[in-house]
């Protein structure tokens, strides 16, 4: 009966251990960003009147065809360092790419670099107006 006992306290600390470690993970704060779409993101420009947006498409890419006013940082070059282009981390960014994978990307490296306000808002697959072309 003893050994038995003693068999249910072990199991019984290791399942509240393994339960206290991962309830710990889940408390870590993640850096965030909005995810909205193209269509969403564009109304919300439409009265807003002090934001970026930001092309995270490579060089190449932007100078084929990108939304007018863009801004042009590809996703590989944001790191770890400050972004010379984005001085104000609390300014509202709107981020796209080419069909929202690398916007998430670099969406989630904003927000980790310090940035408040990113919003992710999908690919230019996704978006019908006016194109610029060249830089």
Do not use: W
Not at 29 to 44: A, V
Not at 64 to 87: D, F, K, R, S, W
Request: proline share 3%; charged share 30%.
């Amino acid at each position: 009966m003893r050994k038995v006992f003693m068999i249910f306290i072990i199991i019984l600390i290791m399942f509240t251990g393994c339960e206290r470690e991962d309830s710990m993970k889940n408390t870590e704060k993640q850096p965030d960003f909005r995810q909205i779409s193209m269509q969403e993101g564009l109304e919300l420009m439409e009265n807003d009147s002090d934001y970026i947006i930001l092309d995270v498409r490579r060089t190449d890419e932007f100078e084929e065809g990108h939304i007018p006013g863009a801004v042009n940082i590809p996703n590989e070059t944001i790191g770890t360092e400050e972004i010379e282009q984005l001085p104000d981390k609390n300014q509202t960014i709107y981020v796209y790419c080419r069909s929202g994978n690398r916007s998430k990307q670099a969406s989630k490296k904003l927000a980790e670099l310090g940035y408040t306000n990113v919003v992710e808002f999908g690919g230019i697959i996704d978006y019908s107006g006016e194109i610029e072309k060249g830089t």
